[in-house]
């Protein structure tokens, strides 16, 4: 799987719009950032580390770029169990160790299989709000949004820089809307140092 996704990034051409038209449409629409897809292939083996798995695909930085990427890549409800995809800003990678990571947390909800929800569709809805940058008030305090395919649920988290709840708020009530959950639904914020420890509860649900 990643040598295709890889092969399919390779194939588009990032150098010209998806309106090929030089009257119209001759120039991209550059996006407030620069973003990287990320992808953890299954396991196959026990010899094979999170290094090993977690392969970079493809760095975009804008709506043409971002729109040609989508629609050549396996959509959310065709990745294999126990892959994810990652989209984080350009030079951070998606681990816990990461510098821009450390000191920040994760929203996440988590959609049973057969709940029916629209895995891709809510998919594509985060992923539009994290490049336009629209989940968030304070700029760059979110680093990333995150896909994990597992055998019950699907599950979409987004990673923050920092723990500052009277920013983490914002971000989460507007993650709420664009997963579409009811109020019973929630979602849930836990730090990245909280989730090594066993047991944890989270900090935030809304």
């Not at 065709?78 to 350009?90: A, G, K, N, V």
Request: glycine share 6%; net charge negative.
């Amino acid at each position: 799987m990643t040598e295709e996704l890889t092969q399919k990034a390779k194939d588009l051409s990032l150098d010209k719009t998806v309106f090929d038209s030089k009257e119209e449409f001759t120039a991209k629409h550059p996006l407030n950032s620069r973003w990287t897809l990320w992808y953890t292939k299954p396991q196959t083996n026990k010899s094979e580390n999170w290094s090993d798995l977690l392969k970079p695909v493809i760095t975009f930085s804008s709506v043409e770029e971002f729109w040609g990427i989508y629609n050549s890549i396996p959509s959310a409800n065709q990745l294999p169990l126990r892959s994810d995809y990652h989209l984080f800003r350009e030079g951070i990678r998606p681990e816990w160790e990461d510098e821009a990571n450390t000191k920040g947390g994760k929203w996440s909800h988590a959609f049973n299989k057969n709940s029916g929800a629209i895995i891709n569709d809510l998919w594509l809805r985060g992923l539009l709000a994290v490049i336009g940058e629209t989940i968030e008030d304070d700029e760059n305090e979110v680093n990333g949004i995150v896909l994990n395919i597992r055998k019950q649920a699907y599950k979409i988290g987004i990673w923050t820089k920092d723990c500052d709840e009277s920013k983490l708020r914002t971000v989460g009530e507007r993650l709420k809307k664009i997963l579409q959950l009811k109020d019973e639904q929630k979602v849930e914020f836990i730090s990245h140092d909280a989730s090594n420890t066993k047991g944890s509860e989270p900090q935030i649900v809304l």
